[in-house]
């Protein structure tokens, strides 16, 4: 059974930093794609960052030189580090593997005050 868990939202002060950490079981993150996307409030879920099989990252333009997504193969996780938050990047942060998104996590949340 595929699991994804997701950690490390909370609540951070516009500038600041987090780093998100989805660990994976019944998985192999790198036999896969591996997404980290967001939802706010009233809105549709977006893709935030991709890091695929040969550990190449794709990012939305608005998350280019904030975060930075990275891969440790031997923990079987995926990170997201978040840097110069933004009161609009509130939101649930998901991970996503496996053909089409087949894969997500619960989620975590991630506040960032004004």
């Known amino acids: 059974q595929v699991q994804l868990v997701e950690s490390g939202g909370g609540l951070v002060q516009a500038g600041g930093s987090l780093r998100l950490s989805c660990a994976a079981s019944?998985?192999?993150?790198?036999?896969?794609?591996v997404g980290w996307f967001r939802q706010a409030a009233g809105k549709q879920r977006e893709l935030v960052a991709t890091i695929m099989r040969d550990g190449r990252k794709n990012y939305q333009d608005s998350m280019k030189g904030r975060f930075t997504i990275s891969r440790d193969n031997a923990k079987n996780t995926v990170f997201l580090q978040m840097n110069s938050l933004k009161p609009e990047d509130t939101a649930v942060y998901y991970c996503a593997a496996g053909l089409s998104w087949r894969y997500w996590g619960q989620g975590t949340q991630v506040t960032v005050s004004s």
């Open positions: 019944g998985l192999t993150f790198s036999s896969y794609a």
